[in-house]
Nanobody, 123 residues
Framework: QVRLAESGGGSVQSGGSLRLSCRASAFRGHTMGWFRQRPGEGRVRVGF???????EYSEIVRGRFTISKDNADNKLYLQMSALKPEDTGIYYC???????????????????WGQGTQVTVSS
């Protein structure tokens, strides 16, 4: 069974950094991404990393976040720097077999999701 599990969330002051990790089990796909969700709102795209080395980031992170992947362990990382209070939310990793080109997939294109990890940034 495909399972995704996020870790690394926590509380940090504005301007600080966090690194989130996503462990993927029993998965062979092309694209893995990160999403953020605030209470009462839908998931918004943070960024992705795919099988042809394409990465793209939502403007909401303003170049402050970096996504990388450890292919040997099938783990996805989100390095977050210069964190702002508006970055607060639950962060999810997701995976899909879609890929092969540089395309910023929305949440509807992902069919595997983790349970999320909370990130809280205080001012």
């Amino acid at each position: 069974q495909v399972r995704l599990a996020e870790s690394g969330g926590g509380s940090v002051q504005s301007g600080g950094s966090l690194r989130l990790s996503c462990r993927a089990s029993a998965f062979r796909g092309h694209t893995m991404g990160w999403f953020r969700q605030r209470p009462g709102e839908g998931r918004v795209r943070v960024g992705f990393f795919n099988n042809v080395g394409c990465t793209e980031y939502s403007e909401i992170v303003r170049g402050r976040f970096t996504i990388s992947k450890d292919n040997a362990d099938n783990k996805l990382y989100l390095q977050m720097s210069a964190l702002k209070p508006e970055d607060t939310g639950i962060y999810y990793c997701a995976a899909t077999q879609r890929g092969g080109r540089c395309y910023f997939h929305g949440e509807g294109d992902y069919n595997y999701w983790g349970q999320g990890t909370q990130v809280t940034v205080s001012s």
